[in-house]
């Protein structure tokens, strides 16, 4: 591995430095090892904090290249610098992009539309089936989707790409020798095994911290032609990943909600300020001139006219109760108990907080 490029590494893991100090001194330097070389009285002269350099003398002592290749290696991990012609094209024009990407799997194809997908992580019913089914529309057309991995709506976003037979990238906010949250570790290596992959400028150790999230969402619009939101609530972090999108002159889409929802606020506030409403896949698939969506699977089996009658009568958007389907549908409790199971086993509905059922996305 290049020299220059573990100094860059380097550089880019000094707290405090950040990406535009960072710049000013690879502006005034010739190479980033002089950088790391550089003497005190040269530092200075490029109006650093004392605390920044202070941090950076530590920072020579503590870090080492052997340590950093050692950890690429046992994390299935590569470096890649703004200087590599495999730099993403649309993260490199943006007004900030790292100078390292840290990644596993791959990252993403140049030349083809890329989407970030972002929203609430205590996302509703209708949030999350919402997110799920258009990601799969989407990836079954081609697009790229780009999330946080997180909880709730970056979740579903995933396993609607993958169900789509497309390609998905997670974009962190922590090291990746840190999966978070602990229970989407599956989920990524899934991602990475089916031509996707994990991307983060954060070195190997650091915890996804408070901070880190908004720096984060700045990565997740640089690397899409857009952003869509799905569900947010008033001061979600979502809205900050719009805002860089139009800082950047990219597309920023939004999913309605209900005006009741505390979880729409945001959302529709972009909507009341010039977001580009979403009200099926093929808004977005039309936006950008992809006219042939495909069209939705058939089922492999064939409904009763009871199993039928009960699946309308769950909803896509709202858990209903088994005592409240016993109503809807006035089915003896025996039988009602048997029809949920099937329905269940044919992935057609699924339950929520353990005494609901809802419909399952993209059914």
């Known amino acids: 591995m290049e020299p220059e490029l573990l100094y860059l590494a380097a550089l880019q893991s000094v707290p405090g430095l950040g990406i535009h100090r960072l710049r000013t001194l690879l502006h005034t330097f010739p190479t980033a090892q002089a950088v790391w070389q550089a003497p005190v009285a040269a530092l200075r002269t490029c109006k650093l904090p004392a605390s920044v350099i202070e941090n950076l003398q530590k920072h020579r002592q503590q870090w080492s290249a052997e340590d950093l290749l050692k950890k690429l290696k046992t994390y299935n ?36 539309l890329s989407i970030a997908v972002v929203g609430a992580r205590k996302a509703t019913p209708y949030g999350g089936n919402i997110a799920q089914t258009l990601c799969r529309t989407w990836a079954q057309n081609g697009i790229v989707i780009i999330s946080g991995g997180a909880r709730g709506i970056d979740t579903r976003a995933h396993r609607g790409a993958l169900s789509g037979k497309g390609k998905t990238f997670v974009v962190v906010a922590s090291g990746l020798d840190i999966t978070y949250p602990r229970e989407n ?7 990475a095994a089916n031509g996707g992959g994990i991307i983060s400028e954060y070195p190997f150790g650091v915890p996804p911290q408070a901070p880190n999230f908004p720096a984060r969402n700045r990565l997740l619009a640089g690397l899409s032609h857009g952003t869509v939101v799905v569900e947010a609530a008033a001061r979600s972090g979502s809205l900050i990943t719009a805002d860089f999108a139009l800082e950047e002159g990219r597309d920023v889409f939004t999913v309605p909600g209900s005006i009741y929802s505390q979880m729409s606020r945001g959302s529709n506030a972009l909507l009341r300020n010039g977001a580009i409403p979403l009200t099926c896949a093929e808004d977005l698939l039309e936006e950008y001139h992809r006219t042939a969506p495909v069209a939705a699977p058939t089922r492999p089996f064939t409904l009763s006219l009871e199993e039928e009658t009960l699946l309308h009568a769950i909803s896509y958007e709202t858990p209903v109760s088994s005592e409240d389907l016993l109503v809807k549908t006035g089915l003896p409790v025996t039988r009602l108990t048997a029809l949920l199971l099937q329905l269940q086993l044919h992935q057609l509905i699924e339950t929520w907080n353990g005494t609901q059922y809802i419909r399952k996305a993209g059914t």
């Open 77 to 112: 991990t590569r470096l890649l610098s703004i200087h590599d012609p495999a730099y993403p094209d649309l993260l490199k024009a943006t007004a900030s992009p790292p100078y390292i990407l840290y990644y596993q799997g791959v990252l993403p194809p140049p030349h083809t």
């Open 185 to 191: 570790k599956k989920l990524f290596e899934e991602i």
